[in-house]
T-cell receptor
Framework: DVKVTQSSRYLVKRTGEKVFLECVQD?????MFWYRQDPGLGLRLIYF???????EKGDIPEGYSVSREKKERFSLILESASTNQTSMYLC???????????FGPGTRLTVT | AQSVTQLGSHVSVSEGALVLLRCNYS??????LFWYVQYPNQGLQLLLK??????LVKGINGFEAEFKKSETSFHLTKPSAHMSDAAEYFC?????????FGTGTSLTVIP
């Protein structure tokens, strides 16, 4: 079974802190994705990566950056956390861009 | 650009009744369409996918969806709802270079 793990299920941070969200997949997938999920808005793509050291902006990249130094690991970075970044963050991976994505359990981030 | 629309953010059905969750897509090229389910405090899990092999797609847990090009629809159905079907359901479309997810439909099953 494909397994996508995220470093934390729940996280509470203060405004202005630098926040790291880690995602690891164990199926040698080329593609990895970061989404945020908010009620009534569904999933919105923040960043994605089709290969190691490659990254592409999604629909809402402002205030975020990513890092992919190894194939299995994709990190989301909030450079200076703000309260409007309080959300559920979901990581996903896939064999190919058009193939189904496999999701991690999510990290619920609260910024106070 | 949003390319899938889910009609109805909340749907309630009685246990044993038909489940119908609606999804319309807008891409002009043959789409890749997916339905995902999200149980409380979990990530999304694939229910089924359409990749042009057959218009009626069967998925897990008794769900199926029919691709109708004339209606640009990919509605999700299940003949008989079970309490364990209570969850949030997302339709998704792969268009251009990325996935687009609908805003989700929360399904409540009434005993």
């Amino acid at each position: 079974d494909v397994k996508v793990t995220q470093s934390s299920r729940y996280l509470v941070k203060r405004t202005g802190e630098k926040v790291f969200l880690e995602c690891v997949q164990d199926m040698d997938h080329e593609n990895m994705f970061w989404y945020r999920q908010d009620p009534g808005l569904g999933l919105r793509l923040i960043y994605f990566s089709y290969d190691v050291k490659m990254k592409e902006k999604g629909d809402i990249p402002e205030g975020y950056s990513v890092s992919r130094e190894k194939k299995e690991r994709f990190s989301l970075i909030l450079e200076s956390a703000s309260t409007n970044q309080t959300s559920m963050y979901l990581c996903a991976s896939s064999w190919s861009p058009s193939y189904e994505q496999y999701f991690g359990p999510g990290t619920r981030l609260t910024v106070t | 650009a949003q390319s899938v629309t889910q009609l109805g953010s909340h749907v309630s059905v009685s246990e044993g009744a038909l489940v119908l969750l609606r999804c319309n897509y807008s891409s002009s090229v043959p789409p890749y369409l997916f339905w995902y389910v999200q149980y409380p405090n979990q990530g999304l899990q694939l229910l089924l996918k359409y990749t042009s092999a057959a218009t009626l797609v069967k998925g897990i847990n008794g769900f199926e969806a029919e691709f109708k090009k004339s209606e640009t629809s990919f509605h999700l159905t299940k003949p008989s709802a079970h309490m364990s079907d209570a969850a949030e359901y997302f339709c998704a479309d792969f268009t251009g270079n990325q996935f687009y997810f609908g805003t989700g439909t929360s399904l409540t099953v009434i005993p």
